[in-house]
């Protein structure tokens, strides 16, 4: 999941056209051969949208659930009514993030299948799993130690060292590739892949052109903003300008776009939504530089961006996306970060140069 845990301005200028969610273990049509279905989240997103899409004589399955016994529960009477007795062709997983990818071992398994995923994500998955490649919970101690976190919270982010095996029983261990500008033939349908960056390493979402149908993932949410996060693993990232600079690519899709995203409902008018997005990350941007006209670390600077306290689970966004904040801004040049001998990253507003 991992999204911001702040609403953005709320999106009172979207449609919403079909306002009405599916039941619990069953399966609506959204369009022509794409069915809704909703799995509960254990946490204040409180649950994510998964894709059926019809493939001939049976289905491709967009996204799994997190990997918890109630969403298999779910997806059994999925099985059992939802399905026309069809089994699952395809499972194409738009992300590895746990609500994303937690069931597709289980569902591989089941129907004998390779996930359809990006590189990036299926590694990245492992990576994150297995601890290594600077993701695990000692790295992100270190992380937000430099940008300034007490102790106390420090130690309380301890809780959430096994977050994502939680959510994540166990991974497929080999997959199926899919690129940017990839067509994947659904049923009668060609999805275009367009991968987008910033959320997470290479997260794919598909459109199709004949549909007007997007399935956006976590790049495009209608009413809080997707977390956009600097991880542990690449420290002088920026993600928040890849994740800005990937909002173009749908913001060359058609205007009335049906998006199905994975948190909220399906919305019309992206191109609205996008402007926001931008305006939001903008006006934070703003903030931080009037601010910043102290040396000052992240953590002291969350209160700027997010108003309210937060559990454990969601300061690790706040902070990371705090960071994303400042390192976007330091590699635009409008900030350094002070080398400071207590080891401690302070991030302070570069003078302005003279004109010759
Ligand atoms: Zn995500």
């Known amino acids: 999941m991992q999204i911001a845990p702040q609403p953005a301005n709320a999106a009172l200028s979207l449609e919403y056209p079909l306002p009405d969610l599916p039941a619990p273990g069953t399966a609506k049509q959204v369009r022509t051969g794409v069915f809704w279905l909703r799995m509960p989240l254990p946490f204040a997103l409180k649950h994510i949208n998964l894709w059926l899409l019809e493939d001939g004589t049976g289905w491709t399955i ?103 095996r939680r959510g994540v029983p166990s991974l497929p261990n080999a997959f199926e ?57 690449e420290p002088e990232g920026d993600p928040l300008g890849e994740f800005l600079t990937s909002l173009e690519r749908f913001g060359e899709l058609p205007a009335d776009t049906l998006v199905l995203p994975s948190h909220g409902l399906p919305f019309r008018g992206m191109h609205h939504r996008i402007a926001e997005l931008n305006r939001h990350h903008q006006t934070r941007l703003d903030r931080l530089i009037a601010v910043c006209e102290r040396p000052s670390t992240a953590a002291e600077l969350l209160p700027q961006l997010f108003e309210r306290n937060f559990d454990d689970y969601h300061l690790v966004f706040a902070m990371g996306e705090t960071i994303a904040h400042l390192n976007h801004l330091m590699h635009r040049g409008v900030l350094k970060r002070g080398e400071n001998p207590d080891g401690i990253h302070r991030f302070v507003r570069r003078p302005l140069m003279a004109k010759a």
């Open 177 to 233: 590739r899919i690129k940017h500008e990839e067509q994947i033939v659904i049923g009668e349908n060609a999805w275009r892949v367009i991968v987008g960056h910033g959320h997470s390493p290479e997260h794919a979402a598909l459109y199709c052109e004949s549909l007007g149908v997007l399935i956006a993932g976590d790049m495009l949410l209608p009413r809080i903003s997707t977390n956009v996060s600097v991880w542990p693993m």
């Open 62 to 164: 967009v996204d799994c659930g997190l990997g918890t016994d109630t969403t298999r529960t779910l997806w059994e009477q999925i099985f059992a009514g939802g399905l026309d007795g069809r089994p699952a062709r395809r499972l194409i997983v738009t992300h590895c993030h746990p609500d994303h990818i937690g069931l597709a071992a289980w569902l591989c398994e089941k129907f004998g299948l390779k996930p359809c995923m990006t590189s990036s994500e299926y590694v990245h998955a492992h990576a994150v799993y297995h601890r290594v490649g600077g993701t695990d919970h000692a790295a992100l101690r270190t992380l937000h130690e430099r940008h300034g976190l007490d102790g106390a919270r420090l130690d309380a982010l301890r809780s959430r060292a096994d977050h994502y």
